[in-house]
């Protein structure tokens, strides 16, 4: 044992004992071989051989005997959980005993000094590079679904009173984590330290992420919660169309699993389907909305209240031109069969999309890094075809140069009032270089505002990254999609290409204001990452989700009628609210605005409509297609992440309800929604 092991064994045996429990002591076992893990896969993606990354990690992690470390220190850890002595105590106290020692070189592997170095010991303990060039930003915290604990390891930081975060600016704090910054932190509760959602300005502790055991990382969120009209009549959300939560889902399913419930966003399964609203009809009021209140299929006390939005569907003679760029991710986790394959023939696919003046640029990192083809004329299919085909996995390039490459290309040839896009292309495990989430965002929301937007695919299992993906996209103004599929590559670059390249309004928020004469109280199903401040609705400053040409966007509300015996929330004693004596028409559920900018335009425009009466059914079977249809895939959605709100209603209602909504289906999505309930059932 070296002198410094020794010196810390010593500290912790002065430490006051207390009873270890089993689930601190495995809690701390975990945490530290995280940690571990953690250190050794900070370096580029890859190599020439194709190896990855999480191989050579695990091969590390393999290759030491960390049973012979933890036989030594197990107790100590225990000691330290169950007492309140947290790694960041352990770390100072270490750097106090003998601040003359020189620090381990990296090649020694000293894993107690690498554990201090991750979890920000003083500045006598070594630090990354560009965590000492500047402070590190406020960290994500994560949580490992791999094992169930009772009690938190001590050193997880508790959460800080700090301003209310909306909750864009909450998903984005992931990115410097996941460059180098990541810390991996266990919980007892999968929901515990989650930011809380809503429209009053509350404190938001730290955002919240789950890396399942496969590590593949999500961002986190409560379910909405029911909320009493009297207290909080407003619901305001960002509109985003992302879809890719949905072919994670049925990618997941079709391997033999449920998804992780990190994992399912209600919303982006619900449109996921095309439910063939009325369409607007002039690009000047880019939208039309569709209206119903039916009878909750799972609670006969409740109403369920259908917003559908449709998208102005461009017309061919109104298409604007295209100038494309490529970013491939060519490192050496993409070479699998479900990656940079699937890649390769869903870019070509999305090449017979384009008018023969567009242009398209290719641009690779983290393997044949740099730009691949200049700016080619999509006309020039074969050159660009065989660049395609060029594109080999592997390699150890960092991403940086290649976003920075793929911007500049996008920059060189911009067409004004036409679409300037890069297409992010990559199984989401992206380290663009750029370690500091601020500085990331920053970047891409400047060139974003210079008129270059982000897109982004993500391919394959293993180490997809979501909580990342999400980020990017919203950040660069663009949607975020998984494919899992050459059919599914097809649905989005090819049958739904315009609403996927061609913005019609931008910065689209919705809220919604309740009735208390009517409605006591609601439930948002879904969004739960896109909840906005009530007065974030009215500053054109708040960035919020883009709709693409022909997009339809469908929000769900559950609704509880005054004087429902489904009411959840009792009246209060000392209230003053004798009576709801509302000036209100009774006649109302509520009313609906929509704020949107169009895409060339900073100032917001708004639309607005009473939501009455009149466009509700008393029976199920009288409500619109689209409305029942997406009222299935919202309960299967739930159903997925615990279905708190559903009492005894399953599987077997759902594709019920489902079947009875299939309608035309004339690609099949809807048949294969159903069969994917099926299967499900089965786990």
């Given amino acids: 044992m070296s002198d410094e092991l020794k010196q810390v064994e010593d500290i912790f045996r002065k430490q006051p004992v207390n009873a270890p429990r089993n689930e601190a002591r495995d809690a701390a076992i975990q945490a530290a071989m995280d940690v571990f893990d953690e250190e050794n896969l900070q370096a580029d993606q890859g190599n020439a051989a194709g190896q990855r990354l999480t191989e050579q990690g695990n091969k590390i992690y393999r290759s030491f005997d960390w049973r012979r470390l933890m036989k030594t220190f197990e107790p100590k850890f225990a000691y330290a959980a ?34 201090f170095r991750s979890q920000g010991g003083n500045a006598t303990v070594e630090m990354e590079e560009d965590m000492a060039a500047s402070p590190p930003s406020p960290q994500p915290v994560f949580q490992d679904q791999t094992s169930t604990m009772a009690a938190k390891p001590s050193f997880a930081p508790a959460p800080t009173a700090a301003p ?12 410097g984590g996941l460059a180098n910054q990541k810390r991996l932190m266990s919980g007892a509760n999968v929901s515990d330290g989650v930011a809380s959602l809503g429209n009053s300005g509350r404190v938001a502790p730290e955002p919240v992420f789950v890396l399942p055991s496969d590590g593949e990382l999500f961002p986190v969120a409560d379910s909405n919660p029911v909320k009493r009209v009297t207290e909080d009549p407003l619901s305001t959300i960002s509109v985003d169309v992302d879809t890719a939560s949905y072919a994670f889902m049925r990618s997941a399913i079709n391997a033999g699993s449920l998804p992780p419930q990190a994992g399912v966003r209600v919303e982006e399964m619900i449109n996921y389907f095309d439910y063939d609203y009325a369409q607007p009809q002039k690009t000047s009021e880019p939208f039309s909305t569709a209206l119903s209140i039916m ?20 017309p061919a003679a109104e298409i604007p031109g295209a100038n494309l760029v490529f970013l491939i991710d060519t490192s050496g986790s993409m070479n699998e069969p479900n990656k940079l394959p699937l890649l390769r023939n869903s870019f070509k696919l999305l090449l017979s999309t384009l008018k023969p003046d567009d242009t398209v640029s290719i641009v690779t990192y983290a393997g044949s890094a740099g730009t691949v083809l200049e700016p080619t004329s999509a006309s020039d299919e074969q050159s660009i075809l ?11 390039t960092a991403g940086e140069a290649g976003i920075q490459q793929a911007y500049q290309l996008a920059e060189s040839q911009m067409i004004e009032g ?14 663009v270089g750029i370690s500091d989430p601020d500085r990331l965002k920053d970047y891409i929301e400047r060139k974003r505002d210079g008129g270059v937007t982000l897109s982004v695919l993500g391919f394959g299992r293993g180490n997809y990254n979501d909580a990342l993906m999400q980020a990017l996209a919203q950040n660069g103004n663009g949607n975020a999609s998984y494919i899992d599929t050459l059919s599914e590559a097809r649905k989005v670059l090819v049958e739904e290409a315009g609403s996927t390249l061609f913005t019609i309004a931008k910065d689209v928020k919705l809220q919604l204001e309740f009735n208390p004469a009517v409605v006591s109280e609601y439930r948002l199903i879904g969004y739960e990452t896109r909840v906005l401040a009530r007065e974030d609705f009215n500053n054109d400053k708040v960035d919020a989700g883009d709709i693409g040409a022909g997009h339809t966007v469908t929000a769900l509300y559950e609704v509880t009628p005054v004087g429902s015996t489904s009411q959840l929330m009792d009246d209060l004693r000392y209230s003053s609210e004798d009576a709801p004596a509302i000036a209100g028409d009774v006649n109302e559920y509520g009313f609906l605005k929509i704020r949107y900018k169009l895409p060339d335009e900073n100032t917001s425009q708004l639309i607005s409509t009473p939501i009455t009466k009149a466009v509700e059914v008393d029976r199920l079977e009288a409500a619109p297609e689209a409305a029942r249809f997406a009222a299935s895939v919202a309960a299967f959605g739930q159903l997925l992440t615990g279905g708190q709100y559903l009492g005894s209603y399953g599987f077997d209602d759902v594709i019920s309800l489902a079947g009875g909504a299939k309608g035309d289906d004339e690609f099949g999505y809807r048949s294969e929604f159903i069969n994917l309930v099926r299967l499900a059932k089965q786990f």
């Fill in 386 to 396: 065989a660049a395609l085909d060029r594109l080999q996995a592997g390699g150890s």
């Fill in 164 to 175: 209310r975060l909306d909750n864009r600016s909450r998903v984005t704090g992931v990115v």
């Fill in 82 to 115: 169950a007492g309140g002595v947290s790694l960041l105590v352990m770390a100072f106290a270490v750097t106090n005993i003998n601040t003359s020692f020189s620090p381990q070189p990296e090649t020694s592997a000293d894993p107690v000094s690498q554990l």
């Fill in 418 to 431: 036409g679409v300037n896009r890069v297409i992010l292309a990559t199984d989401g495990d992206f380290n």
């Fill in 295 to 314: 009878p909750t299929p799972w609670n006969s006390g409740t109403k369920l209240l259908s917003i559908g939005i449709q998208g102005y569907d461009l």
